[in-house]
């Protein structure tokens, strides 16, 4: 069973996730309320009781998960329990909605879980699985007229706080010597930021398709997440697992896992397939669809488990540089108040269910 609208989120709980989660506020009960992690009935695909549900955090974003939700994969694959999939703005609402127990499996950006896996919010999960690395699916856009990163000096520009795109904002920033400070940042999330770009109230915006795939039709591009990834700023948007429900479901996430590497594998095999899904998800046509996919990189299971990226079971592999890299960067631009140690980020890495799962 597919549960398209998924968790009802009060507006404030929903729009301001880091700043509740940092607080500590009482938020939490409330979403925790939905919370239903008994034993189902009947065993899973792997034959062993598996969770009554699995609520599932989703984005609007061209890659894999899009598919295995609109396919049905996993509700097949997991006959005995009852799916629900949530759909979320950004990153810092899925940290929120994880500290809250609200959801199991979210999708998160790695600013957003570099973050998350730090103080103060010190979020008890876990990254299984790379849902893509960002490429020219993020970018810096603006109105004509401004040419350069550094035209941007009094102007306003939007983008969701907390998000890969805000991280990659302020990098965008540093490396044209522009201070924060010298221009108005807004803190907007995509559907918001569509609707301030069309009224005139916004000068620029770093945001991800389809948003941004919008605001190219009328703005230039400037800088795109790409261009930043070669100078050792890579994004990527990253699957996180409660620490609790990985432990008493481990063959769930192993049913997951699987189910995502055969999106991957579908784009790679039948990319029309592929960007049919996407398209419906979306509401895009399959031209649109296919045409945001190509701008993201995905990577199948064995992919994952190279040294580049989670690694295998003693050995982690660089993901775990690339969100402590990002930590740091977070805390010199003072969003952060420090850095957790290189092995807080290693331990992080799921690299046994992503074994367990090849």
């Not at 979320?88 to 929120?96: A, K, L, Q």
């Amino acid at each position: 069973m597919k549960i398209e609208k998924g968790i009802p989120v009060s507006p404030a709980i929903h729009r301001r996730g880091l700043l509740l989660g940092a607080l500590g506020l009482a938020a939490a009960p409330l979403l925790a309320a939905c919370a239903d992690d008994e034993p189902a009935a009947a065993p899973g695909a792997s034959g062993a009781a598996g969770p009554k549900q699995l609520r599932i955090g989703y984005q609007l974003i061209p890659n894999g998960d899009l598919i295995v939700k609109d396919q049905g994969w996993l509700e097949a694959a997991l006959p005995g329990t009852k799916v629900v999939w949530s759909k979320f703005d950004s990153g810092g609402d899925v940290n929120t909605a994880i500290i809250a127990g609200a959801i199991d499996i979210g999708l998160a950006g790695s600013s957003p879980v570099a973050r998350g896996l730090a103080a103060p919010l010190n979020i008890p999960y876990a990254v299984p699985w790379i849902f893509d690395v960002i490429g020219d699916n993020e970018a810096l856009v603006v109105k004509p007229g401004i040419d350069s990163v550094a035209a941007l000096a009094g102007k306003k520009v939007a983008t969701p706080f907390a998000s890969t795109s805000h991280y990659s904002l302020l990098a965008a920033l540093a490396a044209a010597g522009v201070p924060e400070s010298g221009l108005k940042i807004i803190d907007l999330e995509p559907p918001e930021i569509q609707a301030a770009w069309q009224r005139g109230d916004i000068d620029g915006a770093y945001v991800w398709t389809p948003v941004l795939a919008e605001l190219r039709k009328q703005g230039k591009v400037l800088v795109t997440s790409r261009d930043l990834a070669g100078q050792g700023k890579l994004t990527a948007d990253l699957a996180v697992v409660r620490k609790d429900f990985l432990a008493q479901y481990p063959a769930a996430v192993k049913t997951w896992l699987r189910q995502q590497d055969r999106a991957v594998k579908l784009t790679r095999s039948d990319k029309a397939a592929a960007a049919a899904s996407i398209g419906k998800q979306l509401n895009l046509s399959p031209d649109e669809a296919a045409a945001q996919l190509a701008e993201l990189v995905l990577l199948d299971l064995s992919e994952q488990a190279g040294a580049d990226y989670l690694g295998k079971p003693g050995a982690p592999g660089k993901l775990a540089e690339n969100l402590h890299s990002a930590a740091e960067f977070l805390t010199a631009q003072k969003k952060l108040t420090g850095a957790p140690d290189l092995a807080v980020y290693q331990s992080a890495l799921a690299v046994q269910a992503l074994a367990d799962a090849a």
